[in-house]
């Protein structure tokens, strides 16, 4: 069983940088795709990077592509979101999910129903 724990949040002025770190404990598959999510107020959760947990391979949301970036530290079974010049529509609750995923498979899932495990959630604010 695959325990995910974000930690990192909180709250920041537009133009500022947060990161965001996901830790990951019982990982047992050799390859996972580590996502991050986000959901903001009266709206739906909504993709916002993931990471292959071998390789090098990372896919983005169109609006965080350049000021986001995705890491990973396979020694610490952790996942990074760099998060740079913030705005206030960037503000949620922001979510790490994990899934299994085989080595051929080369696409990116981004439906929030596809993932199997989640972590509880940290919250970002960020103020005009």
């Known amino acids: 069983q695959v325990q995910l724990r974000e930690s990192g949040g909180g709250s920041v002025q537009a133009g500022g940088s947060l990161r965001l770190s996901c830790a990951s404990f019982g990982h047992a598959s050799s390859d996972y795709i580590v996502a991050w999510f986000r959901q903001a107020p009266g709206k739906e959760r909504e993709f916002v990077a993931a990471?292959?947990?071998?390789?090098?391979?990372?896919y983005y949301r169109d609006s965080v592509s350049g000021r986001f970036a995705i890491s990973r530290d396979n020694a610490n079974n952790s996942v990074y979101l760099q998060m740079n010049s913030l705005q206030p529509e960037d503000t949620a609750v922001y979510y790490c999910?994990?899934?299994?995923?085989?080595?051929?498979?080369?696409?990116?899932?981004?439906?929030?129903?596809?993932?199997?495990?989640w972590g509880q959630g940290i919250q970002v604010t960020v103020s005009s």
């Open positions: 999910a994990a899934r299994g995923r085989p080595i051929y498979d080369a696409s990116w899932p981004t439906a929030s129903s596809w993932y199997a495990y």
């Open positions: 990471i292959r947990w071998s390789g090098a391979s990372q």
